[in-house]
């Protein structure tokens, strides 16, 4: 049983599109995180969402907005993408604040924007 | 073998070599410590981590050391092999009242057979 998981696995756009990431997570985490990783490697925190509210929201566009239906799931809706919006996009989960015991990634999402 | 973590990106040993990663991190307010493995084509996975109340913790082939009055936290792998061949990265959780883990830049490490 997959503990965090992503779809899609690859995404492909046009300029201008928008699309969904969906994630969902079976290990009962009362928070959930979307991290963005770059072409370098670098591993950048968007968003987490603790018992459905917004905890920490970093500088990125307005464009990106997360939706959490529930506290199993945290989905990364995009706006008009760019082409600087090609990354993989990483969902995680955690222990609430406080256990510390670290987060658990999904596989990633591949996004190229064209 | 062994590496300056957040701007040195690369790191070849030869397989059965131990192999030393480092990074410094930014927050002397940061209290937990993980080290993570990113394989190619999936998504970062725990390895170890550490307290800040620590300064040595080994795991199975694995020991982290934390040296808080340099900010300086290393990674050591023994007896390297190509299953360890991946990016690894240090991770500092910065209390702000939720779990917010940042992570730096990243190091790969090349076993070479």
């Known amino acids: 049983d997959t503990a965090v998981s992503q779809t899609p696995k690859y995404l492909v756009t046009q300029m201008g599109n928008d699309k969904s990431i969906k994630c969902e997570q079976n290990?009962?985490?009362?928070?959930m995180y979307w991290y963005k990783q770059d072409s370098k490697k670098f591993l950048k925190i968007m968003f987490s969402?603790?018992?459905?509210?917004?905890?920490i929201n970093e500088t990125v566009p307005n464009r990106f907005s997360p939706k959490s239906p529930d506290k199993a799931h945290l989905n990364l809706h995009i706006n008009s993408l760019e082409l600087g919006d090609s990354a993989v996009y990483f969902c995680?989960?955690?222990?609430?604040?406080?256990?510390?015991?670290?987060?658990?990634f999904g596989s990633g999402t591949r996004l190229t924007v064209v | 073998g062994e590496s300056v973590g957040l701007h040195l990106p690369t790191l070849s040993v030869q397989e059965g070599d131990n192999s030393i990663i480092n990074c410094a991190y930014s927050n002397s307010a940061s209290d937990y410590f993980i080290w993570y493995k990113q394989e190619s084509g999936k998504g970062p996975q725990f390895i170890i981590d550490?307290?800040?109340?620590?300064d040595k913790r080994q795991g199975q082939r694995v020991t982290v050391l934390l040296n808080k009055t340099v900010k300086h936290l290393s990674l050591q792998i023994a007896a390297t092999q190509p299953g360890d061949s991946a990016v690894y990265f240090c991770?500092?959780?910065?209390?702000?009242?939720?779990?917010?883990?940042?992570f730096g830049t990243g190091t790969r490490l090349t076993v070479i057979p």
């Open positions: 550490i307290r800040s109340n620590m």
């Open positions: 969402y603790n018992n459905k509210e917004l905890i």
């Open positions: 290990l009962g985490h009362d928070t």
């Open positions: 995680a989960s955690s222990h609430p604040p406080g256990a510390l015991y670290g987060y658990t």
């Open positions: 991770a500092e959780n910065i209390r702000t009242g939720a779990n917010n883990l940042f």
